[in-house]
């Protein structure tokens, strides 16, 4: 079952004071980097490739209360469409990735999930997520 709302406490156990937490915290991504997949249409940078989702890497910035900004950007290339369904949706213990004829364990399909992000652009040539990874949202 995914957490949605997150939420911070003390917990003891056998006299010992714990922090815990339900989920990742709002905000503390910043400085991270991930990868993005961003709808073609919304993409207003330079690519190279077809489809209809454009892959590109980049690090978490400011957080505005319910997005990060993306900045840094860079290794933008398109026709990523397959690549984007196999680390978005959960998957056996081989996922086939038909645009190269490779079957990869699902541990490490996993690995690639925990750094992927949708993103969003507002038409301001800036580029947003929520920061909620691919694992989050659809691997758990």
Do not use: C, R
């Not at 933008?76 to 056996?92: L, R």
């Not at 990869?104 to 399909?109: D, G, L, T, W």
């Amino acid at each position: 079952m995914k957490i949605t709302n997150t939420e911070l406490k003390f917990v003891s156990f056998s006299s010992e004071d714990v922090i815990a937490t339900s989920g990742w915290l709002p905000g503390t991504l910043t400085g991270q980097s991930g990868f993005f997949y961003v709808p073609a249409a919304q993409y207003s940078g330079t690519y190279t490739g077809t489809g209809d989702y454009v892959e590109f890497s980049g690090t978490f910035g400011n957080y505005n209360g319910s997005a990060y900004e993306i900045t840094g950007i860079y290794g933008a290339k398109g026709s990523v469409d397959s690549d984007k369904n196999h680390i978005s949706s959960k998957q056996g213990d081989m996922v086939y990735f038909d645009d190269t004829g490779v079957s990869v364990p699902a541990f490490v399909v996993a690995n690639f999930a925990k750094s992927g992000y949708d993103a969003y652009a507002y038409g301001n040539g800036q580029y947003y997520t929520d920061g909620v990874s691919f694992y989050d949202k659809y691997w758990q």
